[in-house]
């Protein structure tokens, strides 16, 4: 789906600017504040650019909690999760109050309901989005699966060569597909779901997935989660599909040189001479209304993970 262009939210003279939305009076502060110093892109330009893909992004941080990560100073100053906003939002932000397993506490994270929280987040200096796989209504059944692709000292071409192994697996499933740049060094590869199965049951599809990778590139890939088990080579992650692990939405820029931007593809745009920078916050929008939300699927109907593994089976 295609949307109207919007305009930017902020003009280019004020540092500090007030701006009405959803009902709520936001203030935008030093708005003229470098956050990328090589290419000279400034806060101002981030928030316009979050206003601005709105109607893209807000899809897939709706309703969900948010572990934002925050760089005040932009992507050369000290960054810090700001996860537990407890006190420290306004009023009308809404939370979801969650008890962690692993360390006993309570947090209340922050959770997308329109693009002023998106906006609210973004003054905060969060240069990526970071939402959980799941929503708050069905906190325990994520929406998607992933396949995340991490070069570790390999070529970008052995991530986009592991990225074709996996859809070629996924296609002998039946298993429908959905890749993205990463906007840092990798692939990730999202399957839809729609919030059927648990976090546990994901983990475990994604695992066979990636052994499966694995042993059709032994020689580029690794499954070890540790680093030094890996020898340097591509790791196919398939342990972020957990509770409250992330990855940055569609869409998000990154805290990365050249203010890059985590695109949804096409399957045949994965291949030769594809390039993280190829797509950034100078011309991401432009690519975004010519292509529409290509990435729509991933939180449309979900697979059927019970014919999947009778296929599998039927395969051995």
Not at 10 to 22: A, G, T
Not at 120 to 132: Q, R
Not at 209 to 235: F, W
Request: aromatic content about 10%; hydrophobic content about 35%.
């Amino acid at each position: 789906m295609r949307h109207k262009a919007r305009k930017t939210l902020l003009n280019p003279s004020e540092d500090i600017q007030v701006k009405k939305m959803n009902g709520h009076d936001l203030k935008f502060t030093n708005l003229g504040k470098i956050y990328w110093p090589v290419e000279k892109i400034t806060k101002r330009d981030l928030l316009n650019y979050y206003y601005q893909v709105t109607p893209y992004i807000l899809p897939y941080l709706s309703d969900r909690p948010q572990s934002m990560n925050r760089h005040p100073d932009g992507i050369n100053g000290p960054s810090f999760y700001f996860k537990d906003i407890t006190g420290k939002a306004p009023e009308w932000i809404e939370t979801f109050l969650y008890h962690s397993e692993s360390d006993g506490r309570d947090r209340n994270y922050l959770v997308v309901k329109d693009e002023a929280s998106l906006l609210y987040m973004a003054s905060l200096g969060c240069i990526e989005m970071n939402p959980w796989h799941s929503r708050v209504e069905s906190v325990d059944y994520p929406d998607w699966c992933i396949i995340d692709l991490d070069p570790g000292k390999n070529s970008f071409e052995d991530v986009i060569k592991a990225a074709r192994v996996t859809k070629d697996i996924l296609d002998s499933l039946g298993v429908d597909s959905y890749p993205k740049t990463s906007g840092s060094t990798g692939i990730h590869i999202y399957i839809p779901l729609a919030a059927v199965y648990t976090y546990d049951q994901s983990r475990e599809f994604a695992r066979v997935v990636a052994r499966m990778v694995n042993e059709k590139l032994p020689v580029i890939t690794s499954i070890e989660r540790m680093v030094k088990d890996r020898k340097g080579k591509l790791y196919i992650d398939f342990l972020q599909n957990r509770p409250q692990a992330t990855i940055c939405a569609p869409y998000s820029i990154r805290p990365k040189p050249g203010a890059t931007v985590s695109m949804p593809l096409h399957w045949e745009e994965v291949k030769k001479g594809l390039k993280m920078k190829d797509f950034n916050i100078k011309n991401g929008l432009e690519r975004i209304r010519m292509e529409g939300d290509i990435f729509k699927p991933v939180i449309g109907k979900g697979i059927d993970l019970l014919k999947v593994i009778n296929t599998y089976t039927a395969s051995k």
